[in-house]
């Protein structure tokens, strides 16, 4: 697959120029058990905050008999800015997990997967000066059928992050827990009670709390929710914790 886009702005004022983007797309599936996924894209504006940027994904999946897959992912980024170098970014996140989704049952659902993540984020995107990090993320998501009524859910993340340019090469380590009970209810209808605990062991901060949410399976294959997060702690281990997630929500989730 392959595409592309022009655009031109001409206007009274200083602001003139093109925006290019060019795109180039493949899958493959051998019907064996091995599918592959690539997508690559080049943007190019050269009105007078001139910026180059180009993106790459690659996925794979690959089955190990009708229980067990294989995914990988590799996702890339960088964009460059002559007349704005404080919009600079290089972005490279590289992952690999493992599957099991039972064909005969539905009961049990597991998913681990370790992700090398290196990021050199904007001035606009920190308070501080820009850094590069490197975080290396090891995680087991799964799912228990209970019982015909009530699921278990649950996560346990481990994330350890270093900074280039820190002078005592420092490795900050924050470990989440997330336990989670959904109860079935009438009319497609769930009520989902969960509880979060976060630790992070530079700053010797613990953090704890619960989430509600009130989900419902009428749109099947999706799922809407609507909760609210009693704590300051967020469901994803990728994100450096700000603490501003506590407050309603809405989810839509989708099932495969």
């Known amino acids: 697959e ?10 009274a004022g200083s602001d003139t120029g093109q925006r290019d983007a060019v795109s180039l797309g493949a ?6 058990g091995i599918t592959m996924s690539t997508r690559n894209e080049y943007r190019k504006d050269t009105r007078t905050l001139a910026s180059e940027q180009f993106l790459s994904t690659f996925n794979l999946k690959m089955a190990l008999g009708t229980d067990l897959s294989v995914l990988g992912q590799y996702r890339f980024s960088k964009s460059e800015s002559s007349a704005q170098v404080n919009r600079n970014i290089d972005f490279t996140e590289a992952s690999v997990g493992l599957a099991y989704r039972p064909v005969k049952h539905d009961r049990l659902n597991l998913l681990t997967r370790y992700t090398r993540l290196n990021n ?38 481990l994330r350890w992050t270093e900074s280039d340019e820190d002078p005592m090469n420092l490795k900050s380590q ?12 009438p009319k497609d209808f769930l009520l989902g009670t969960e509880f979060r605990l976060m630790d992070q062991n530079i700053a010797d901060d613990r953090r704890s709390g619960f989430v ?15 909760g609210y997060n ?7 281990e990728y994100v450096d914790y ?15």
């Open 120 to 157: 050199t984020p904007t001035e606009f995107q920190v308070a501080s000066t820009a850094f590069e990090t490197t975080s290396d993320i090891f995680s087991v998501d799964w799912s228990y059928q209970l019982s015909q009524r009530i699921e278990w859910v649950g996560k346990q993340a």
């Open 242 to 256: 700000d603490f501003s997630t506590r407050g309603p929500f809405i989810r839509i989730q989708g099932k495969f």
């Open 2 to 11: 392959v595409s592309g886009a022009h655009s031109t702005e001409d206007t």
């Open 212 to 226: 509600t949410e009130l989900m419902w399976e009428g749109f099947d294959p999706l799922r809407l929710g609507l």
């Open 230 to 236: 009693f704590s300051d702690v967020s469901d994803n």
């Open 174 to 185: 924050t470990s989440l827990t997330i336990q989670r009970l959904n109860w079935d209810m």
């Open 27 to 32: 899958t493959y599936d051998n019907n064996n």
